[in-house]
């Protein structure tokens, strides 16, 4: 477990190279950043943190991206395509004025929704004869 704290930008944060869990680093934090994978997304809006995520284009047709803006678009998180943009002045304001919509007060029919509709996914009606 590699583990390191950088301040940038006035803001202090903590970054991992790997570690076994980060739940008691996620319940601490003011904010997470983290990559967009579904569970990284759930985990941290689930905690009802500020959230920004950072999109992997080239894993899996794109989905991280269309999951991400997804949810960006219903306000619960802000997602970025590129690590660049931790390094701008523009973000630290973005992310310390954002307000995100609870997650929580959704029901997982709606998260089941939203994904389907960011991957494209034609509901099918189950018919028993």
Known sequence: EEESSVMMAGVQYTKYRFKSSLEE???AASFII???GAGS???GLSLEKRMLVVI?????DNHQCELAYALQK??????????KYLCSNDLWRDILDFQPVKFQDIRWAYVAKTVDEAMNFIPRRCHMD
């Open 25 to 27: 680093d996620m319940k």
């Open 34 to 36: 983290s990559h967009a």
């Open 41 to 43: 997304i759930m985990e």
């Open 56 to 60: 992997n284009a080239d894993l899996m």
């Open 74 to 83: 219903r306000k619960h998180l802000i997602c970025s395509e590129s690590p």
